[in-house]
């Protein structure tokens, strides 16, 4: 969910090695021309090169629907605001605060009925007999749900806190090998926890094994 990463590449959905190297181009020409030619010329060749990058995605049919108007404008504004100002809290600040609304947007969905992770665990734990409408799918989908958008929040916290005391590619080269690496993670035991919580369910379900039984299982 590192969403302050969607916020500099919005249309980037990493589905291969080479999607992530691509995604990351914007943050090496940024790099690039901040030292070459300072900040405000940088700030326009990465939003330029994210912009590329969006059209690219569009033209090679990747699906980002009503995600392309939304992230051009996003790009757009936040080159313009970056500009104009000539602050780097400015042009980064945008994507904080986009990762925080969208941790405590994603947060709230823990306490509904379809908690934000529901939709992604399948991705990742394709189950086949057990369904997101069990009770402790729901219940463990809630907790990696909050789990995940607190870790986010604490990031942008941190990112929030950074980029008013860094320079702007300090902020960069920090958030790109520190933040996003952290949020793999955060990531990676919410994977682990999945499995845990539900393999044995899936097993149950798969071996026959009649309502009752599951129902030995603790459902905390």
């Known amino acids: 969910m590192r969403s302050t990463a969607a916020a500099e590449h919005p249309a980037s959905q990493v589905t291969s090695p080479v999607d992530a190297l691509r995604s990351l181009l914007p943050t090496g020409v940024f790099l690039v021309f901040d030292n070459w030619f300072g900040l405000s010329v940088a700030m326009i060749a990465a939003s330029v090169t994210t912009v590329a990058f969006i059209l690219l995605r569009r033209r090679s049919g990747a699906g980002v629907g009503i995600l392309l108007p939304v992230s051009l404008g996003f790009v757009t504004v936040k080159a313009i605001a970056g500009v104009m100002t000539g602050s780097s809290v400015v042009y980064f600040g945008a994507g904080v605060a986009l990762s925080a609304l969208a941790a405590v947007a994603i947060g709230t969905t823990a306490f509904t009925r379809h908690p934000a992770a529901s939709y992604a665990m399948p991705l990742v734990t394709p189950y086949r007999h057990l369904t997101p409408d069990h009770p402790v799918y729901r219940r463990v989908s809630a907790h990696v749900t909050v ?74």
Do not use: C, K, N, Q
């Open 147 to 220: 789990a995940v958008a607190a870790a986010e929040l604490a990031i942008t916290a941190w990112e929030g806190w950074h980029l008013t005391v860094a320079s702007a590619s300090e902020f960069v080269v920090i958030r790109t090998l520190a933040a996003w690496p952290v949020m793999g993670v955060v990531i990676f035991f919410a994977i682990f926890y999945i499995r845990f919580r539900l393999d044995r369910y899936e097993h149950a379900l798969r071996s026959g094994a009649d309502a009752p039984a599951i129902a030995t299982y603790p459902t905390g």
